[in-house]
Structures are given as C-alpha cells and as structure tokens.
C-alpha cells in the first residue's frame, strides 16, 4: 500500500521552515527520500533505517520513528533551489521501494 | 562516468503498437526497477530485477514485458495490451548493500496517438 505524504502542497518564502511527513499502514525497514524537478529525474537525498534515527543533510533532516510507521523531513531556511516535489518511498522485507504521491514544494524570493 | 541512460527521451508511437524503452547501467548493480508516473501523482512500480534471468511483477505489470539478460539492460515493452501507455517511464538501479539507495535514469516520456 502506498504511504500518505502531507500537505500535497506547500508554498514558502525563501528562509521559512517546512516539514513534510509520510506515513504507512505497514511495518517499515527503511524510508527514502527523493526530490524531483519538473521533467527530471528523482534525487536522492537521505534514507533512513531502522531505529528511530535522524538524519541530516546541510539544512534538510529527517527523522524515522518505526514505531508509529512514520517518517518527517525538515527543510529549514529554504532556499529557491529547494523548489521541487518530495517524494517518501517505503522499503518493507522486501528490496523494493513503495513511493508516496509527492508534497510539492514551491519556494517564492 | 557511471550512471543511468534512458533513450529516447521522447517517444511517439500509433496506438497498437507495441514499443521498447532502453535503460543501461554502468554501476554494476545488480538490481533495476522500472516504474511510471503520471502528472502529479508518485512513483508506481511496473517490474524489478533482483539479478539477471529474473523479474518480479510491481503493482502495475499489466500490459508491460520485460527482459534482464545483461546485468547492464533492462529494457521495457509497453505492449498494445496497455491501456492508457502514455506517460513518463523512468529506469532505476539499486546496489545489493542494505541501504539499497535507487539511482534513477532521465526518463522517458512515451505519448501514444
């Protein structure tokens, strides 16, 4: 089944904060995060694995909590080039990943 | 350079007609994916190959092939049995390690008339 990823939508002025979350009704092993521009290819940014971890990345983090079968990412101070949609993508037993909708992010000067 | 080629990157085909889309890596990988997106909606898997000589149907297999002879080409048919083919297909590829980062491809956006 595929993880629910809110808002759909986002728009922020450069330098606001943002967190965008992904959810799932199943056991997760891993969570993957991707940003696409639009008619590219998806980017990856970080995963993370079991154990509840942070991860962090210049000014974009992210947490895990298996528990609750979540996942956040964080982007603060954002910046233009954060403009993108976000993509989650869930990793069961299994190698392959399943991918949210996407949360689009438009960042405004 | 290592890394993911998709080609063509825009495909035009008559309805009923079957079509091929390339994808090759040179990452030495052993897994590839195939997937599909439509305007504004996620990433839906079509097929994946964990090693070559063998394929696993994902969530929307119906009316695609495909083939994993070489551990470099996983090519994709979409055949005249896919109802609404016109998208944008991107190819992607994992290494075996437990972090199982996906590389993807440009993308191929395929309109069928």
């Known amino acids: 089944q595929q993880p629910v990823q809110s808002p759909q939508a986002v728009i922020l002025r450069e330098g606001e904060d943002a967190v965008i979350n992904c959810s799932s009704s199943?056991?997760?092993?891993?969570v993957h995060w991707y940003r696409q521009k639009h008619g590219e290819a998806p980017v990856f940014l970080m995963i993370l694995l079991k154990g509840g971890e942070q991860k962090g990345h210049d000014k974009i983090s992210a947490s895990f909590n298996e528990k609750k079968q979540q996942s956040s990412l964080y982007l603060t101070a954002s910046q233009l080039s954060y403009s993108g949609t976000y993509f989650c993508?869930?990793?069961?037993?299994?190698?392959?990943?399943?991918f949210g909708s996407g949360t689009q992010l438009t960042v405004l000067p | 350079d290592g890394g993911i080629t998709q080609s063509p990157k825009y495909l035009f085909r008559k309805e009923g007609q079957n079509v091929t889309l390339s994808c090759e890596q040179n990452l030495n990988h052993d897994a590839m994916y195939w997937y599909r997106q439509d305007p504004g909606q996620g990433l839906r898997l079509i097929y994946y190959s964990q090693i070559v000589n063998d394929f696993q149907k994902g969530d929307i297999a119906e009316g695609y092939s495909v083939s994993r002879e070489k551990k470099e080409s996983f090519p994709l048919t979409v055949t005249s049995a896919q109802k609404n083919p016109t998208a944008f297909y991107l190819c992607a590829s994992s290494d075996p390690g437990l972090v199982n980062e996906q590389f993807f491809g440009p993308g191929t956006r395929l309109t069928v008339l």
């Open positions: 199943k056991a997760l092993y891993s």
């Open positions: 993508g869930t990793g069961g037993s299994a190698r392959q990943l399943t």
